[in-house]
């Protein structure tokens, strides 16, 4: 009897242990600040990169070349006539914005315009306040200085090379020298190990790999040609895939990871969105608005 009674109690502790659901830890998603945070505050500047700290510890930003050769923080090679203007204080109009090339200025130059007084339509949160387009240098300088200072994880750094064909020798070195200038600021900088390299430009993508292949890069993706295609384009394997963030399936998430590549999507500024795309797996969210991020 009390070894029937025991077996008994033996097999309830078995089933309860054998279908006790298992609990799957909560995949931490790496929120990255595009530009900075452009949905609070004027893109791509060192005010922005601060205030993006409060909520992520990834910072993503674009970068151009000026005349001296620096590295210049900027999405677009020129002056936008949305938000910038002129060193009068007049806006810039868009028959002009163009001809304003930052691979024609040196750097003195660069911050005599303003990039954040007039604010951007696009963004209505967007603080207005008077701010210039910073070198590299100076941005991470002062932000790696602010976290010290504050007690903060020095960030991550996910930097897009800002390239177009058409623009090689006009608004840009060619890619072997762009890709040259950059990665001596990261050496100089020594952030390499904190950092990653991004573009949609595949000479830019080849001339860093054959120039360090050791930078992790991330390979931004804006056409539905599909991931086995774009992936054919390149002689590597990139460790991230950085599509369009409505492009986004859950089997091209699986698909990634089983060749061992993140999923990291641009710009998604909805927390529905959000969720969505964390359902499907993905390894990390850019976003305009960091503070959206969902815990």
Not at 15 to 27: A, G, L, N, R
Not at 65 to 74: A, E, G, L, P, Q
Not at 145 to 172: F, R, T, V
Not at 197 to 226: H, R, T
Request: proline share 6%; charged share 30%.
């Amino acid at each position: 009897m009390y070894q029937t009674f025991f077996i008994f109690i033996l097999q309830c502790f078995l089933f309860q242990t054998c279908t006790k659901p298992i609990v799957e830890p909560i995949k931490k998603i790496d929120y990255q600040g595009h530009r900075g945070c452009r949905g609070l505050m004027p893109e791509n500047t060192i005010p922005a990169f601060e205030k993006a700290l409060d909520y992520v510890t990834t910072l993503e930003l674009d970068v151009v070349v000026s005349k001296d050769k620096k590295i210049i923080v900027s999405h677009e090679p020129w002056m936008s006539e949305i938000y910038c203007s002129l060193p009068s204080g007049e806006p810039i109009t868009k028959s002009e914005a163009k001809e304003i090339k930052i691979y024609k200025l040196d750097y003195d130059q660069i911050k005599e315009f303003d990039c954040g007084k007039r604010g951007n339509p696009k963004f209505p949160e967007q603080q207005k306040i008077a701010v210039s387009k910073p070198s590299l240098k100076d941005m991470v300088e002062y932000i790696d200085n602010y976290c010290l200072e504050n007690k903060k994880e020095l960030p991550w750094y996910d930097i897009e090379i800002k390239s177009e064909e058409a623009h090689y020798g006009d608004m840009q070195p060619q890619p072997e020298e762009y890709v040259r200038l950059m990665l001596e600021e990261l050496y100089d900088l020594n952030i390499k190990d904190r950092c990653n390299l991004q573009s949609f430009d595949i000479k830019i993508l080849e001339a860093i790999k054959a120039q360090d292949s050791e930078v992790i890069i991330a390979y931004l993706i804006d056409n539905i040609q599909g991931l086995n295609k774009n992936l054919k384009k390149l002689s590597f394997k990139p460790e991230i895939y950085s599509p369009y963030y409505k492009f986004v399936t859950k089997s091209m998430v699986k698909k990634c990871h089983s060749k061992g590549i993140k999923v990291i999507p641009w710009t998604v500024n909805d927390q529905k969105a959000m969720r969505k795309l964390i359902e499907f797996g993905v390894d990390g969210i850019i976003t305009d608005y960091p503070n959206l991020k969902i815990d």
